[in-house]
């Protein structure tokens, strides 16, 4: 399913407004029994396809509210960036080309295109330089992610959790932003947590329905992560490995794939912290990034 051209109908539409139906329904049925403070600082580095490394750094803050079995949340990115080259599709970073975007549509495989720096011809009939890369960093206020997680269950022996998920990226920026496509995206899945002693594995899978840049037809399809998580220190921290990847969503580019080792502790109940790093391992995605969250109950 695609959001643009020719395909588009009134699917096309529609498929965020699920997502608000759950929030408003979970806000007027039940009083809220928590809410946390959450955020996210992050820098990722990496030249895809392209003769010229785009860096990146991020700030996502917003609210979690537990509302008895249903979690919903949102938040807001602040976006540091040095080039147009990459968006913010759905809940991750692609080398979209940003205005450019039909220069990476027609890529060849193998190919690295050009962006003005780096001794390349420039992107877009030379326009590489003015349009597509800029050396000075630049601020920019990205697009908000909804996200909604319901627990259909919860238990002490083996499986611990097994969960539904829901997410949304609203597109309040454009193109000419730098961060955004200017389209909906919208994810759904779920997730499965299983234990043995202090040793806990996840498996995590969504399906995300992307929109379409004016360009660039991104393939709509299966993310998937797993990994393992071993308690330390008293069961207040953990370390875990991790192995995120999905369909490939450019046609002309090879799938995501990334692996990740975090740490994190839990000072107290409500307060958490964790901090990692990440791996790229296909074009798609960054070469190296790194982390630090935390979430901070406020009510």
């Known amino acids: 399913m695609t959001f643009r051209g020719r395909r588009e109908g009134h699917a096309g539409r529609w498929r965020p407004l699920p997502l608000a139906i759950l929030f408003a329904s979970a806000a007027t049925a039940v009083e809220a029994q928590e809410v946390r403070w959450t955020g996210t600082v992050s820098y990722s580095r990496g030249s895809y396809v392209f003769d010229a490394p785009t860096q990146t750094f991020a700030v996502f803050t917003g609210l979690g509210v537990t509302l008895g079995p249903v979690d919903v949340g949102g938040s807001l990115p602040l976006v540091l960036q040095n080039s147009r080259l990459v968006s913010q599709v759905g809940g991750t970073t692609l080398p979209t080309g940003g205005p450019d975007n039909g220069v990476v549509s027609g890529r060849g495989s193998g190919q690295t295109l050009g962006t003005g720096k780096g001794g390349g011809s420039g992107m877009g009939g030379g326009t590489g330089s003015d349009v597509m890369y800029r050396d000075a960093f630049q601020w920019a206020v990205g697009d908000p992610y909804l996200s909604a997680t319901a627990t259909v269950y919860e238990g002490d022996g083996l499986l ?140």
């Open 160 to 299: 611990r959790t097994l969960q539904a998920h829901g997410s949304t990226k609203a597109p309040l920026r454009d193109l000419d932003s730098g961060v955004g496509t200017g389209e909906w995206d919208f994810g759904a899945g779920g997730s499965a947590v299983a234990s043995v002693g202090g040793t806990y594995a996840f498996v995590d899978l969504s399906y995300w329905w992307y929109g379409d840049l004016p360009e660039l037809e991104l393939q709509d399809g299966l993310g998937y992560g797993f990994g393992l998580s071993r308690s330390v220190l008293d069961a207040k921290g953990s370390v875990m490995v991790s192995f995120y990847g999905s369909a490939a969503p450019i046609a002309s580019m090879d799938r995501p794939a990334s692996l990740g080792l975090g740490l994190g502790y839990t000072p107290r109940l409500g307060r958490s912290i964790s901090t990692g790093v990440v791996v790229g391992l296909s074009e798609s995605s960054p070469d190296l990034a790194i982390y630090a969250g935390w979430s901070l109950r406020v009510h």
